[in-house]
Nanobody, 119 residues
Framework: QGDPVESGGGLVQAGGSLRLSCRCP???????????WAWYRQAPGKQRELVAQ???????NYADSVKGRFTIVRDYAKKTVYLQMDSLKSEDTGVYYC??????????WGQGTQVTVSS
């Protein structure tokens, strides 16, 4: 299916928005639908942490620090997973990684995309 590929990172001022995208180049619809998807981030000097995930029929889970500001969306038509990030804060700065786990619990990571929020 190929490893996930992220895009959409960049530099934004505090209070602004960004939308990250995650696609697997050769994924078929059935595998896309049955996979669990997640966004993680890693800030400088810190461990990688879960930001948001979508599993099953659409159940979502968010880190407390992003609840109410970030939204994870699974677009079946485009076979793309988005992370809409609003009201960004300087502490949201980091490298954001897309993670996919298939039905047999095999996982794969993307290379990451840098998000920098200036205060």
């Amino acid at each position: 299916q190929g490893d996930p590929v992220e895009s959409g990172g960049g530099l934004v001022q505090a209070g602004g928005s960004l939308r990250l995208s995650c696609r697997c180049p050769r994924i078929i619809t059935s595998v896309f639908s049955s996979s669990a998807w997640a966004w993680y981030r890693q800030a400088p000097g810190k461990q990688r942490e879960l930001v948001a995930q979508v599993v099953g029929r659409g159940s979502t889970n968010y880190a407390d620090s992003v609840k109410g500001r970030f939204t994870i969306v699974r677009d079946y038509a485009k076979k793309t997973v988005y992370l809409q990030m609003d009201s960004l804060k300087s502490e949201d700065t980091g490298v954001y990684y897309c993670y996919r786990e298939d039905a047999s619990q095999m996982g794969s990571w993307g290379q990451g995309t840098q998000v920098t929020v200036s205060s």
